[in-house]
C-alpha cells in the first residue's frame, strides 16, 4: 500500500527553517514562492510567542483525521488477509498444529494479523516524522526567532523547498 494510499493530507511533507528576524523569514518565504514554486498557502510563517503555532505547524486536521480512518481500514484488512495468506501456507505444508484445527487457525491468524495491521496504522496515524518539524518550530517562538514552514505535496517539492530554505538557514527541519 502507497503513502498516498494511507495518508489523505493533500500536504503531507513539511519542511522548517529558523530565522533570527523577521526580514530573513520573509526572504525565505519569497524564495520559495519563487524558486521553489510553492503557492502562498504552502507557506506558513511563525512568529516569537505565536498564539497560531499549532495550527501554523499542522494546519490540516481534517485530512490527518482521514489519514487515521483510511489507514486503520486499509491496513487492518491487509494485515487480515497477510494473516489468512500464513494460515494458507502453514496448512499446505502440513504442520499438524494447521491441519488438526484449520479453522482456528485461520481466525487466529487471520485476527492476529488484523491487529499487526491496525498497530502499524496507529504508528502512520500518529505522523512522528511530523515531530522534528513541530518541535523545532516551538522552541525557535519560545527563544523569540521566527520559523518558516513550507508544506509539499511531494518528494520532488519537499526537495525543492529543503534546497531553497537551506541557502537561507543552516537550520533546516524536514518530514519523511
Known amino acids: 500500500m502507497s503513502q498516498a494510499a494511507v495518508i489523505s493530507e493533500k500536504f503531507p511533507h513539511r519542511v522548517s527553517a529558523v530565522f533570527p528576524n523577521q526580514s530573513m523569514a520573509d526572504e525565505a518565504s519569497e ?22 503555532l499549532e495550527r501554523k505547524v499542522e494546519h490540516e486536521t481534517t485530512n490527518i483525521a482521514w489519514t487515521i480512518v483510511r489507514s486503520h481500514v486499509g491496513l487492518g484488512i491487509i494485515g487480515f488477509i497477510v494473516g489468512l495468506v500464513v494460515a494458507a501456507v502453514f496448512w499446505g505444508a502440513g504442520f499438524e498444529f494447521a491441519t488438526t484445527r484449520p479453522g482456528w487457525l485461520f481466525i487466529l491468524a487471520g485476527a492476529v494479523g488484523a491487529v499487526i ?60
Open 31 to 52: 524564495a520559495l514562492r519563487s524558486e521553489a514554486e510553492l503557492e502562498q498557502e504552502q507557506i506558513e510563517l511563525v512568529r516569537p510567542d505565536d498564539p497560531g
Open 117 to 176: 495491521g491496525l498497530l502499524a496504522a496507529g504508528l502512520v496515524s500518529v505522523r512522528p516524522d511530523h515531530e522534528p518539524v513541530i518541535l523545532r518550530a516551538e522552541q525557535a517562538s519560545e527563544r523569540g526567532q521566527w520559523t518558516v514552514v513550507a508544506y509539499a505535496r511531494d518528494e520532488p517539492e519537499k526537495h525543492r523547498a529543503d534546497e531553497v530554505l537551506k541557502e537561507h538557514s543552516v537550520r533546516v527541519t524536514d518530514s519523511l
